[in-house]
């Protein structure tokens, strides 16, 4: 399938960061075609340029979003995965945020999006019974989701 426009990737990519919250940066514009061009195909699409025109031309169906999630996110999953984020997460944002909390009603709601098969709440769970002596007597609330049905195994 032939590259689309520029532009044309450019728009899907905002639409895509809008709609789905996944993000394609300029520099990643061929990689995204690439996958594009898988979906395409699978959708039945022979012209690529034509066929982000269509998927951006009215609100995606769910269908439509599911073979997107697909075909654009990795999949990969893994306890403490991407090092840097959790050592910010242990050592910067929440000390912070249980000191406020400790203030207040001990209790914590966290998101974990983007984690395939649940490796990564399990992972901020280890940062906090670190970071929580007395772990027990909060409230913690870790919410995990993942966009991909197909890899997805936690809710």
């Not at 709601?109 to 929580?132: D, H, K, N, Q, V």
Request: hydrophobic share 45%.
């Amino acid at each position: 399938m032939k590259r689309p426009k520029t532009e044309t990737l450019r728009q899907f990519a905002r639409m895509l960061a809008r709609k789905m919250g996944l993000h394609f940066p300029e520099e990643r514009l061929d990689d995204l075609a690439a996958k594009l061009a898988a979906a395409g195909r699978e959708a039945g699409h022979q012209d690529l340029e034509k066929y982000l025109l269509w998927l951006m031309s009215a609100p995606l169906k769910r269908e439509q979003i599911e073979l997107l999630a697909r075909v654009l996110t990795i999949g990969e999953t893994y306890f403490l995965r991407d090092p840097k984020s959790y050592q910010v997460l242990e050592q910067v944002l929440l000390p912070g945020l249980i000191a406020a909390r400790r203030a207040a009603d001990k209790t914590l709601r966290i998101w974990s999006a983007g984690c395939s098969t649940g490796e990564e709440p399990y992972s901020i769970a280890i940062l906090l019974s670190r970071a929580i002596p007395d772990l027990a007597d909060w409230k913690i609330v870790l919410h995990a989701s993942d966009i991909n049905p197909q890899t997805s195994a936690v809710g």
